[in-house]
Nanobody, 124 residues
Framework: QVQLVESGGGLVQAGDSLRLSCAASGRAFSVYTVAWFRQAPGKEREFVAGRTWSGGSMDYADSVKGRFTISRDNANNTVYLQMLSLKPEDTAVYYC?????????????????WGQGTQVTVSS
């Protein structure tokens, strides 16, 4: 089993930056791919960014390309989402997810483990 705990959300103004963290524990070595999803009120959960644990592959949603960066700290089993130039439309609950097998997928059904989510609110 793998446990994921997100942190770093908050209320910011448009144009500000935030860094989200996702700490993995348990059988973290079994995780192959990690990703960030987000869910705005009344909308489906959507893919934001993903990377293989080794860092060999990364992908981003078009809406965040050039503004968000996914990275990881192997020593601490932590994955980060650096968010720059935040917009009101980035407001959502952000979730960290992980899957045991290779590949970056965009569907929530492809991920085995989920964190509890952290709220990001961007005011205009």
């Amino acid at each position: 089993q793998v446990q994921l705990v997100e942190s770093g959300g908050g209320l910011v103004q448009a144009g500000d930056s935030l860094r989200l963290s996702c700490a993995a524990s348990g059988r973290a070595f079994s995780v192959y791919t990690v990703a960030w999803f987000r869910q705005a009120p009344g909308k489906e959960r959507e893919f934001v960014a993903g990377r293989t644990w080794s860092g060999g592959s990364m992908d981003y949603a078009d809406s965040v390309k050039g503004r968000f960066t996914i990275s990881r700290d192997n020593a601490n089993n932590t994955v980060y989402l650096q968010m720059l130039s935040l917009k009101p439309e980035d407001t959502a609950v952000y979730y960290c997810a992980a899957r045991r097998n290779s590949g970056i997928y965009y569907s929530i059904r492809q991920y085995d483990y989920w964190g509890q989510g952290t709220q990001v609110t961007v005011s205009s």
